[in-house]
């Protein structure tokens, strides 16, 4: 293998330039702030951890960790999500609080992938995990939440998908009972969004033409409450009745959280069935072809750690979010120039640490003399010096002081 050239990246890592930087921050900030007004509170995890628990328990397959040994040779992993770990501390270090948990989070994640093109190995996730309710009501909340935390984030165009893992589980349970096989490659096609695949495969069953098209029949399964009602006339199985029934209850309190214009319920959509055992959603911006939030029930997880309790959550992608909204930040800073001669420097610091104490930003110049060319721009208003925008400039040079065009 060559050697890496002197300012080559690893493939799938990114640098952020103080902009995009800026946005980030802010998304960050506002989607935080909105999480702390539904009662969430912040949680910070480290970046690694031990892969025989929380790299063992995570969602991520084995293949897509990152893996290392620390110096007595035990296997770590860089976190590849914060539910795990987040299951871990409740498991411990809040052993004793009482349940319902809401906790949120920003953090990097870091998952392998092959080298494709817009891939990133390390990305941002701001997200919440509501701990210790199984209700209807606590998967209404963490969906209503997430429509709230992405108009915070400024995305404005956006439509959720909802289905329900028990659903298909005990649909295709009643459908083709003892074939595991059959259902799980099913349910893989689902997962992959691959509908001719998921038809061709049920033409190669064995089925008889009314199973056959019962099964195709959920394809058509998309809308608001009335697929509910259409589901519940499909099958008969107590499984996929019981999952209808509670996703009808999240759609009813979706209505009153007045956001259920934002859902499309898609029975097709299962999320990753190997970890969620109840209600899935997504979250897809108008502009771009993926998801940007992601969330659903994982009733299993916390048992994994000795503490069993239901949980729900979702992660906003807030790389995605960055990507979607553009780098350039919506805030005007406005930022002082203060330039200063040797005579003037003392009033010059001093007047800089007055503007930053006071919240403003100011960056100090020491020159013999400031250039022509930047007063006059400096008169214009807001101007460029130097790769930065500025609002004013003050000039303390042989005594004198200027601010804004004028001695003072």
């Avoid at 052993?95 to 994640?109: A, C, G």
């Avoid at 969620?276 to 959603?281: L, S």
């Amino acid at each position: 293998m060559s050697k890496p050239k002197m300012f080559e990246k690893p493939t799938g890592a990114k640098d952020y330039l103080p902009e995009a930087v800026r946005k980030l921050r802010h998304i960050e900030r506002e989607v935080l702030d909105c999480m702390r007004g539904w009662g969430y509170e912040q949680i910070i995890t480290p970046t690694m951890e031990y892969y025989d628990t929380v790299g063992a328990a995570s969602s991520t397959s084995d293949h897509k960790l990152y893996k290392l040994l620390n110096n007595r040779g035990t296997t770590l992993v860089l976190r590849s999500d914060m539910t795990s770990p987040i299951a871990r501390v409740v498991s411990s270090l809040l052993k004793e609080s009482d349940f319902p948990l809401r906790l949120s989070y920003h953090s990097n994640v870091f998952r392998s992938i092959e080298e494709e093109a817009g891939r990133e190995v390390e990305f941002f996730q701001t997200g919440v995990e509501l701990v210790g309710d199984s209700s209807a009501e606590a998967d209404a909340e963490v969906v209503a939440l997430a429509i709230a935390s992405l108009k915070a984030a400024g995305v404005e165009r956006f439509k959720f998908a909802i289905g329900h893992v028990g659903f298909l589980n005990g649909l295709l349970g009643e459908a083709l009972p003892g074939r595991t096989e059959e259902q799980e490659l099913l349910k893989s096609c689902l997962l992959g969004r691959d509908y001719v695949g998921y038809r061709d495969q049920l033409r190669k069953l064995s089925l008889e033409e009314p199973v056959r098209a019962e099964l195709e029949g959920i394809l058509r399964l998309r809308g608001g409450g009335e697929v509910c009602e259409q589901a519940l006339e499909l099958c008969t199985d107590e499984t996929a009745r019981a999952s209808i029934s509670h996703l009808c209850e999240i759609w009813d309190a979706l209505k009153a959280y007045g956001v259920s214009e934002h859902v499309l319920i898609d029975l097709t959509m299962i999320g990753d069935f190997s970890y969620y055992t109840g209600m899935t959603f997504e979250g897809y911006a108008a502009d771009l072809g993926f998801p940007v939030v992601s969330g659903g029930r994982y009733d299993n997880l916390l048992a994994q750690f000795g503490r069993p309790a239901g949980a729900t959550g979702f992660a906003l992608k807030t790389t995605r979010v960055l990507e979607l909204l553009g780098a350039e930040s919506d805030e005007e800073e406005e930022r002082t120039l203060i330039v200063y001669d040797a005579a003037g420097r003392d009033d010059a610091l001093a007047e800089a640490q007055r503007l930053r104490g006071a919240g403003a930003l100011a960056v100090t110049l020491r020159a013999d003399s400031p250039s022509d060319e930047l007063h006059k721009a400096a008169e214009a208003g807001s101007f460029h010096y130097k790769g930065l925008r500025y609002t004013a400039l003050q000039t303390y040079m042989a005594g004198q002081v200027t601010k804004g065009g004028s001695a003072t």
